[in-house]
């Protein structure tokens, strides 16, 4: 539980707390993307200002000149953001600030450093160091690398020549999580997909370049155990398609959430207000409620606001509405916080009970029967066809909708011949612009149109000239072992017929807890052995250790880590998984979830459509 908590204690330790302020001397904290989104997860404003910060800019942003005052900048070591650094010294009559404190998140690559030290900029640096913290700890067992163009780069063979750098970048960045949590785990990868070996070659390398650096990185009772697992998306292709009914996954999927702030209009007797809330750990009652399925999510939220209520003498129906909570609010104003964030949660729930009534729940139904390959009373279903036809006529149903159906059904078939697919297309009215979202996703390996062999044994055609598709592999037909039928069986934990599937996701957390995990699908990098070191990182090299001052430096021990990282994206139902599997864990394991993106079922297909536009 303590990725937002290292990364905030290292922010306020080894960035703000080493610019100490003297008295009555304040400072400016500049930012890029990804340290803005880093700084805004794990640190309240009042901790920023407690360390002598009275503003906070954006590096991209045109700003006013403050060349009274001092500056930190907090900025990933690239280009871009070295660039606009050295340009707010460039005129030494006109500064924007009166001089810089430099905090890199990871290595700064050796010719961007060379440029920085000729530049007029380093008359001005006081302080120059690397602090290793190139990741967005999203939530308290959630990480994202914040890089959505990953995904093109993995799987469009148009882009490969970029994907080098790319993925060198990304291995950095895993890098410094696991130095941040004090991790030096097994590697490990999903050795059906070609290219995963190779990035696992690049952590690994990066990983011993850290090592090298911190020897404690991986020490501390049965870290030995600790292992980082890397996945590509189409190791479970059928969990990102899906409508989910848990209340965080529902919300993502189905409302317009963007930058995890929700807007709405709250309507009371006089007049309507605007809402925006952000739906993060800081509100208890979403860290509360998101995992839990809508249907018990509004009886919850109206039961602890009766409790509320009742709890402060203030009175309340058994069924509380919108009407009550305004009531509420007029009587006791000064509940005004906690009575809005009930009022933002049934308002939430409500508009999410909404969007399933009117669409959603006959898409569901439907999914669930592909996903399982039986109903729900657990008979094998034979004829699909019978039960998707009705949808794809079906012209209320969005385009989006149906191809997330048409790719549940190939996917449950292993791969469906050209023509049938053809059919599947003509009867859904699919434009001729979002047809590629079907055929793109053979780029990730995930079997879609099959032929029959010269002998009538069917082959996975992953490539057809006909459909514009770069051959990927032509093969014979591998198991899919995320489908239910090569799955363990879940029947007890089956609450709700419509929320059936489990991610395949859950399945790997358990076994590699305990120690299960198939070897021949997930090998080790075996490149170099634990423990085992030979010499100092090329970064210490390059420049002594002025960029490593440990002294006062937080360690975060605690038990082995399980860190899953997903190559194109994590959806939210697989990130439940993670809290799930670490709640119900016995010996001390942590399950933490990364992904290059944090991606939604919309997102999903939006990728897989771009991939036409860069070939």
């Given amino acids: 539980m303590a990725l937002k908590l290292s990364v905030q204690q290292k922010i306020n330790q080894d960035v703000l707390g080493v610019v100490r302020k003297s008295a009555n001397e304040w400072r400016v904290l500049v930012v890029d993307q990804l340290s803005m989104r880093m700084v805004s997860a794990c640190c309240k404003m009042h901790e920023i200002m407690s360390n002598g910060i009275t503003l906070v800019e954006d590096i991209n942003k045109r700003r006013e000149p403050l060349a009274s005052m001092e500056a930190i900048y907090l900025i990933t070591p690239t280009a871009k953001s070295i660039k606009a650094l050295m340009n707010d ?70 882009k490969a020549g970029s994907r080098i750098l790319n993925l060198e970048r990304c291995a950095e960045q895993i890098a410094t999580l696991c130095a941040t949590l004090g991790e030096y785990p097994s590697v490990r990868y999903r050795g059906e997909f070609d290219k995963n070996a190779d990035f696992a070659h690049l952590v690994q390398q990066k990983l011993d370049q850290y090592k090298a650096d911190d020897h404690t990185m991986g020490e501390g009772q049965q870290k030995d155990r600790s292992q980082l697992i890397i996945l590509d998306r189409a190791f479970d292709p059928v969990s990102p398609l899906l409508h989910e009914l848990t209340f965080q996954a529902m919300a993502f999927d189905l409302l317009p959430i963007e930058n995890d702030v929700y807007r709405y209009e709250n309507t009371s007797a006089t007049d309507v207000q605007e809402k925006e809330v952000l739906l993060d750990e800081n509100d208890e009652l979403w860290a509360d409620l998101r995992h839990m399925h809508i249907a018990v999510v509004s009886q919850k939220v109206t039961q602890m606001l009766k409790n509320f209520a009742e709890e402060k003498k203030m009175g309340s129906s058994e069924k509380a509405s919108m009407k009550d909570l305004s009531q509420m609010l007029k009587r006791m104003p000064q509940y005004q916080k906690e009575l809005s964030r009930y009022s933002t ?10 969007a399933y009534q009117g669409h959603a729940d006959k898409l569901c139904k439907v999914e669930q029967d592909l996903a399982m390959g039986t109903n729900q009373d657990g008979e094998k279903i034979r004829d699909h066809m019978r039960n998707i036809v009705p949808i794809l006529l079906d012209q209320s149903v969005s385009v989006y909708d149906k191809i997330r159906i048409i790719l549940l059904y190939i996917i449950s078939k292993g791969g469906i011949t050209e023509e049938n697919l053809a059919k599947l297309v003509q009867h859904a009215q699919i434009p001729d612009e979002e047809k590629c979202i079907l055929t793109n996703m053979q780029n990730l390996g995930v079997p879609i149109v099959q032929d029959l062999s010269q002998d009538g044994k069917r082959i996975v055609a992953t490539g057809m000239g006909s459909l514009g598709m770069p051959n990927i592999q032509a093969s014979r037909r591998k198991t899919q072992h995320y489908l239910a039928l090569n799955r363990k069986e879940r029947v007890s934990e089956h609450t709700y017929q419509m929320s059936r599937w489990t991610p395949y996701i859950k399945d790997l957390m358990e076994e590699a807890i305990e120690d299960k995990m198939d070897a021949k699908f997930f090998p080790y990098h075996s490149a170099v052995s634990r423990g085992v070191m030979g010499g100092r990182a090329p970064v210490s090299a390059r420049y002594g250790n002025w960029h490593k001052d440990r002294a006062g430096q937080t360690n975060y021990k605690s038990g082995p880590r399980m860190i899953f990282f997903i190559i194109g994206g994590v959806s939210y139902s697989e990130i439940r998984c993670a809290y799930e599997v670490t709640k119900a864990c016995k010996n001390n394991f942590e399950v933490l979830i990364g992904s290059t993106h944090i991606t939604t079922p ?14």
């Fill in 89 to 158: 010294f460039s005129n030494t009559s006109d500064l924007q600030y009166k001089c810089a404190h430099v905090f890199f998140t990871e290595a700064c690559p050796d010719e961007l450093f060379n440029e920085l030290c000729k530049s007029p900029v380093s008359k001005f640096i006081k302080t120059l160091k690397e602090i290793n913290i190139a990741f967005l700890p999203y939530e308290s067992q959630v990480f994202s690398l914040d890089s959505p163009e990953t995904f093109q780069l993995y799987y469009n063979p148009s």
């Fill in 345 to 354: 949660h049934l308002h939430l729930a409500e508009e999410c009970m909404k």
């Fill in 602 to 615: 919309e997102g999903l297909l939006s990728d897989l459509r771009e991939i036409n536009s860069g070939m």
